[in-house]
């Protein structure tokens, strides 16, 4: 109960959730105001009297409604301020119904549906007490060793920026007050994805301006957005932990953005301060975080331990403590917690209701991207197949085909390929299934044997391989990214019978594919795409969808080449077909000079596999009469690029047409295409479309040399097609 009638005044009250922190904050003993600093981990066995003593601020990873209620109810009754709590958990691609890993849902291209499965995610979620998700993950990254990648948006900040707004809108919803909207958390700031080597946890170096140009732009998109919190990365960035970082929080977040909600450290991130070397103990580390904006902390009890002594001594001040509590208040206002504290799962539809499993299976059709269709051998037609084989460990597990970061799924919830497939297939042709491994790890007793014998007696075989959920995310980085185990030689068997083979890759990153690739009539990459994984894929295999999601990221041909990106630099000597020579064809006592002297790798060239937004459809899309409103475009206009784009094929199918620019000559050298903009159009057989972009000259704008944001005068090509490598090209000039 609220122990005074001028409390209850105060909580009642509605307005400015800043105003309401601010008068909340006046009543706060320095304690208390500590106490809202802290985030602890559900289940601890002092919880109660903690949250009674008003000092925690937020709980994560505890979901069960009831233990939940009970914490919120000593919260706002018990203790001497009633304020309720913020209760986190890593939300990453769906509550109980898991949609397709992150990268899959980028594959999408489809903003729209990134969003329906945000608020899917967090109706959810918030059905069961949870208020605030560590989602969306938009950390650029170029590197598919790192384990991360699975739970990013993929390569690209325009798309990325895009995506990942819409699932800060998804979360959020319309507003945060909403019972089921959970409030978002842009994370890791930032440059995690840089890590070295694909590492995780390790040391990011990036220059400031490619930091800015690339790395914090889709952060400043989900700020942009209304992204409720940030959280501060483990990682180090250019010498400076990014849990210590006033550059990023202070000047970036705050005085350039003016972002209004609050940071979070990662767990343990500020203890961890003092083990990069950075901080000399743990009082130095709760020091270095709270002046450089880390305004909660999670898991460690830095800022319980240190921050009295730290006022006390004179090293902080009250003011920047107070700074730090508003923060997060404001967040609980505008939450409604004061208002709405306790959750009836009544009042919620059901999890993993129908609705919730057909969205997750129209994301994870999105999501598919086919890499190749030899013959075409896809779609399979029931008509002309009798026996079809289905190999593999991956066609029929409920559990590695939800990917990683599933703390609430279940597997049992799942419908994998295989069974899809007997639904799908019924009694008009024979399915033989053999799982052939135990696991996509698998060295020994690989069921070779059996997987030849079903591929022999089958008109097509269907593959299902990958990496299982735990080869990805947090902490799960390879340098090896082939198909592991056994899986190259199960594939090079079964493609000796001679029966076509479709490959179907589940996976959390871009595999290295190149031993394989040639092997396969078709590849249809699939991620981890979740509870309803196996109906999307089994409507792509037998053609009751035409894929559409298209690459978010390059796949490297081997290792070696990493980082590969589309968004690369030219350099002084760019590569081209006719510079390059394969280490086979050197010379015996060649000469050091005889060679294409440009920036290509001797045994793989200068082309990744397989190119940032490509992606097969069954149909075929023409893309023609590319024209531009203007091609001299002044200081602040509006540039319309318009092209056609016709359906030729005999299917109903959605491509996604993408715009990409070059910005010639720049003050700091600029990539040699960048996206701009990308649309998903629904084509039927024979229709063609005008499809138009809008390219303000603002959207031209890039950090210089002295870290100003400009848009340089000069000239620029312009590319319009289904991918990277795009059909249409034209040319304009911007002029001051
Ligand atoms: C991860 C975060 C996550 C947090 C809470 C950390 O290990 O880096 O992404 O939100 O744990 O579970």
Wanted: proline share 5%; net charge negative.
């Amino acid at each position: 109960m609220l122990h005074n009638p001028q409390m209850e005044a105060m909580h009642a009250a509605t307005g400015d959730p800043q105003e309401r922190a601010r008068a909340l904050l006046e009543q706060m003993t320095l304690d208390e105001k500590i106490g809202q600093l802290c985030q602890v981990n559900g289940g601890q066995h002092d919880l109660h009297d903690a949250v009674r003593a008003g000092r925690i601020g937020s709980v994560l990873n505890e979901v069960n409604v009831d233990e939940l209620n009970e914490l919120q109810r000593i919260a706002v009754e018990e203790s001497r301020l009633g304020i309720p709590l913020l209760i986190g958990r890593d939300v990453i691609h769906g509550f109980k119904t898991i949609f397709p890993i992150p990268l899959g849902q980028a594959a999408t291209w489809d903003p729209a549906s990134v969003k329906a499965a945000a608020r899917v995610a967090a109706t959810e979620a918030a059905s069961v007490g949870v208020n605030w998700t560590f989602a969306p993950m938009i950390d650029i990254t170029r590197d598919p060793r790192w384990g991360r990648i699975a739970e990013s948006l993929g390569e690209d900040p325009v798309l990325c920026s895009s995506l990942g707004a819409a699932m800060v809108e998804g979360f959020q919803g319309d507003q945060l007050s909403d019972h089921t909207a959970i409030a978002a958390c842009a994370k890791h700031f930032a440059g995690y994805g840089a890590v070295e080597s694909g590492l995780d946890y390790a040391t990011a170096n990036i220059p400031e301006n490619e930091l800015r140009n690339v790395y914090l732009r889709p952060f400043k998109a989900a700020a942009d957005a209304g992204a409720a919190t940030f959280m501060a990365s483990f990682s180090d960035l250019n010498g400076v932990p990014a849990s210590g970082n006033e550059f990023l929080m202070k000047q970036v977040l705050r005085d350039e953005w003016g972002f209004g909600g609050f940071v979070v450290s990662d767990w343990e991130s500020i203890k961890e301060l003092t083990v990069h070397g950075f901080s000399a103990n743990d009082g130095e580390a709760a020091f270095e975080a709270a002046n450089a904006g880390v305004d909660m902390e999670m898991a460690s009890s830095l800022y319980r331990d240190h921050l009295p002594g730290l006022l006390e001594s004179g090293r902080l001040e009250e003011s920047q403590i107070d700074e730090m509590v508003c923060n997060i208040l404001k967040v609980k206002f505008a939450l409604g917690l004061f208002e709405h504290a306790f959750t009836d799962p009544h009042d919620y539809p059901a999890l993993v209701n129908d609705e919730h499993r057909e969205l997750a299976k129209a994301v994870a059709t999105k999501s598919c991207v086919l890499l190749k269709n030899d013959g075409p051998v896809l779609p399979v037609s029931l008509d002309a197949t009798e026996n079809i084989a289905v190999i593999g460990p991956l066609a029929d597990d409920g559990y590695e085909q939800l990917g990683t970061w599933i703390f609430d799924g279940e597997s049992h919830h799942s419908h994998t390929c295989l069974r899809a497939i007997y639904d799908l297939v019924g009694d008009r042709a024979r399915v033989h299934w053999v799982p052939a491994m135990r696991s996509s790890r698998c060295r020994e007793n690989v069921g070779i044997e059996d997987a030849v014998r079903v591929a022999q007696e089958s008109d097509i075989a269907l593959l299902f391989l990958g990496e299982e959920s735990i080869l990805s995310g947090e902490a799960h980085s390879r340098a090896d990214i082939g198909l592991p185990g056994e899986q190259e030689a199960l594939i090079e068997a079964v493609t000796a019978t001679g029966t076509p083979t479709v490959l179907v890759v589940l996976a959390g990153r871009p595999l290295t594919l190149g031993n394989i690739v040639d092997k396969v009539s078709a590849i249809l990459y699939a991620w981890h795409p979740g509870t309803m994984g196996g109906p999307a894929i089994a409507d792509l295999l037998f053609g009751e969808e035409s894929p559409s999601g298209k690459l978010p990221v390059t796949f490297p041909r081997m290792v070696g080449q990493i980082p590969i990106y589309y968004a690369r630099k030219n350099t002084g000597r760019p590569p081209s077909h006719d510079s390059i020579t394969h280490i086979d064809d050197i010379d015996g006592k060649a000469e050091q000079t005889s060679l294409g002297m440009s920036a290509f790798h001797l045994d793989a060239g200068f082309t990744p596999q397989f190119h940032f937004g490509y992606g097969l459809s069954y149909t075929q899309f023409a893309y023609r009469d590319m024209s531009l409103s203007t091609d001299l475009l002044g200081m602040g206009d509006t540039l319309t690029l318009r092209c056609t784009v016709e359906n030729v094929g005999d299917r109903a199918a959605e491509e996604v047409v993408q715009l990409y620019i070059r910005d010639l000559v720049g003050n700091v050298t600029r990539p040699v295409k960048e996206l701009k903009g990308f649309q998903r159009v629904p084509l039927a057989p024979g229709e063609s479309r005008e499809v138009s972009f809008e390219l303000h000259t603002d959207d031209l704008a890039f950090h210089n040399r002295r870290m100003e944001l400009v848009t340089e005068p000069g000239q620029f090509h312009a590319w319009i097609g289904s991918s990277s490598d795009p059909e249409l090209w034209a040319e304009f000039e911007v002029v001051d």
